[in-house]
């Protein structure tokens, strides 16, 4: 695949993410979208459904997930990247949705910050941020910089 076809495929994935973000309050249910964006430290807990809240972030974080695989399908062309990178977003998500349904249900109120921050990484493609230098420093230590 040709170095333009690469940039413009990343670049397109890319606006999927912002697209994904940007019609969150369209494609899915998060009473929590508006708590933590206005008034966490005030208002009570929005009233919520777990298994409802549960599938919609396995959704998002799938959505994200999928196109963030792809792009670093597209940045590294190895299955091998991929299928590790699948198991590091399978047991991140394991371990942040039991983490924030448990910080949802007891901590909340008291430790809102840490509940922010764990949600933020199941509904934003933060991993992607992260993988891409580090499998970009991974393939240029071990001597395979094209």
């Not at 062309?77 to 249900?105: C, K, T």
Request: hydrophobic share 55%; aromatic share 22%.
């Amino acid at each position: 695949m040709s170095i333009y076809v690469k940039y413009l495929l990343a670049g397109l994935l890319f606006l999927v993410l912002i697209a994904i973000r940007a019609f969150e309050y369209n494609l899915f249910y998060d009473p929590f979208l508006n708590f933590f964006k206005y008034d966490y430290l005030t208002a009570n807990i929005p009233a919520y459904d777990n298994v409802k809240l549960f599938f919609n972030h396995l959704f998002r974080y799938g959505l994200n997930m999928a196109v963030s695989l792809t792009i670093i399908y597209v940045a590294f062309e190895n299955r091998q990247v991929i299928r590790f990178a699948s198991l590091l977003y399978a047991i991140a998500f394991v371990i942040l949705i039991i983490g924030y349904f448990y910080l949802i249900e007891h901590d909340l109120q008291r430790d809102y910050l840490l509940t922010f921050y764990v949600r933020r990484f199941l509904i934003q493609p933060i991993f992607v941020i992260i993988l891409l230098p580090a499998f970009y420093y991974q393939r240029k230590i071990q001597g395979k910089e094209s």
